[in-house]
């Protein structure tokens, strides 16, 4: 046994699709309070892996704990312990900046009081302030991106998976996106995200695992597997 | 009006009136259960609903507020086309209770063809193929007891009037309005109503655990 507790723990999760396999068998292991970045090229199965970890998707095969529930037994317990930001938008670009976050906390059932508190908060830690009357939908790539990530955090979840947060963005926004993301690994939140670039997970992760083939090839920290990819490559 | 058409009821246009308006009011009830199909279709071609499916939620509650959406919105199109209907000239000898009936069992139609339409929604491709199927139930009045009477109709099409769902419905309304409704039409309205909702509910649920969002 382990002294720390796993955030998430995953073992041989396999996905296909009609003939086309996926997953072909994935471990994982995500301590509490550490940052994952499932590193991939397009079409490497990041979203799928993602979906499955976070119950939006049933694997073929594997078994799988996330925040200390099954995913199949304990769905339910297991999206009340998480915050998503999937690949694509997930704010409704009618609401307005500050509408969408507080319909997460109405969903959350947060009271009225409190509801207002965090939204305000949020709003501000993310830049948002100043689009919190403006339609969703006239906002920024980065603008959108964040306002996702500030609905993802309404609930104050303790374990967030991020599908490709960053692609799409302009550098700067990006950098930006970063920042908050280690604002939340301060705060002592579990980190899964997903990324089409080393520098992205080299800068945000501590532990890296490439995905291709449907199977993780390599897994270590961002320094190990500098050195481990030009070797690959040569051989 | 209608008395010049063949084997329209004869009468003044005040009988036409009260002869059109169900179908008229099923009608106004279809076109609205269009809508929620393109708006359910919509939100599954946005990630905002993955979201939702990723949160501790009821799993359907999201369709659920589709379904009242549409109501409200049916009970407010109901209103208007009613109140033309008697400025036009509508009559009718129907009672309070009659009154609350009509109300109750246009209440349910909508209920049941907001959940069949939802399923639509989630199993139409995109958007606009969603709202193609739910366009025949606007147009099903007219192949039923809507617009002329269903013994006047030429055989093969008088069979299908005779059985589709919005028939019975249309007569208990009917029957409703003029203060005499029919046992057997309005058992059949109720019938009907609960196999299109409890199957559209069915089939939603069952969708919406399984349809990933594209
Ligand atoms: N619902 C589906 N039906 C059929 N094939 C699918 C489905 N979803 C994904 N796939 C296929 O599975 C493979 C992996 O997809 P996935 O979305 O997990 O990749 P990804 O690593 O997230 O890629 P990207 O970087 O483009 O987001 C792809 O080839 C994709 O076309
Ligand atoms: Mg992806």
């Known amino acids: 046994m382990t002294t720390r507790t796993n955030a998430i723990e995953a073992a041989g999760l396999r996905k296909s699709y009609g003939g086309l396999q996926v997953l072909a068998g994935v471990d994982l292991t995500v301590p509490e309070g550490t940052v994952y970045a499932l590193l991939g090229p397009n079409g490497a199965g990041k979203t799928t892996t993602v979906r499955i970890l976070t119950t939006l998707l049933d694997a073929d095969a594997g078994a799988a704990r996330v925040a200390g529930y099954g995913i199949r037994r304990d769905a339910a317990r297991v999206r009340a312990s998480i915050g998503v930001t999937g690949q694509f938008s997930a704010v409704d670009e009618l609401l307005t900046g500050r509408e969408n976050p507080r319909l997460m906390a109405g969903l959350a059932h947060l009271d009225r009081r409190r509801a207002r508190a965090v939204v305000g908060h949020l709003l501000e830690r993310f830049g948002l302030a100043d689009a919190a009357g403006r339609r969703a939908g006239a906002n920024s790539g980065g603008m959108r991106r964040r306002l996702d990530l500030a609905m993802t955090l309404v609930a104050a979840p303790r374990l967030i998976f991020l599908d490709e947060p960053t692609t799409g963005l302009a550098p700067r926004s990006r950098r930006d996106l970063w920042g908050n993301v280690r604002e939340l690994v301060a705060d002592g939140v579990t980190v899964f995200l997903t990324t089409q670039y080393l520098e992205e997970a080299d800068q945000l992760a501590d532990r890296i695992g490439v995905l291709d083939g449907g199977r993780l090839v390599a897994e270590s920290t961002a320094a190990e597997l500098k050195r481990l990819v030009p070797g690959a490559t040569s051989s | ?214």
């Open chain 2, 1 to 214: 009006m209608g008395a010049g058409l063949p084997g329209a009821p004869a009468g003044d246009r005040g009988d036409y009136l009260t002869f059109i308006t169900p179908g008229i009011l099923v009608m106004t009830v279809a076109s609205v259960s269009i809508g929620t199909a393109v708006l359910v279709a919509t939100d599954m071609t946005n990630g905002i609903i993955d979201r939702f499916r990723t949160m501790a939620i009821a799993r359907s509650s999201v369709l659920t507020g589709h379904v009242l959406g549409a109501m409200i919105q049916t009970a407010h199109a109901l209103a208007v086309a009613l109140g033309a209907a008697f400025l036009l000239g509508l009559h009718t000898a129907a009672s309070v209770t009659q009154w609350l009936g009509l109300a109750g069992l246009l209440a349910l139609l909508s209920f049941a063809m907001t959940w069949f339409t939802v399923a639509l929604g989630l199993a139409g491709p995109d958007p606009e193929t969603a709202s193609d199927l739910p366009m025949i139930f606007v147009l099903l009045p007219f192949v039923g007891s809507g617009f002329v009477p269903v013994e006047s109709m030429p055989s093969g099409l008088r069979g299908f009037a005779e059985h589709q769902p919005f028939t019975p419905v249309m007569d208990a309304c009917r029957g409703l309005l003029a203060g005499s409704p029919s046992g057997a039409d309005t058992l059949g309205a109720l019938g009907w109503c609960a196999v299109i909702g409890v199957g559209g509910h069915l089939w939603s649920r069952r969708l919406y655990r399984t349809r990933a969002a594209k």
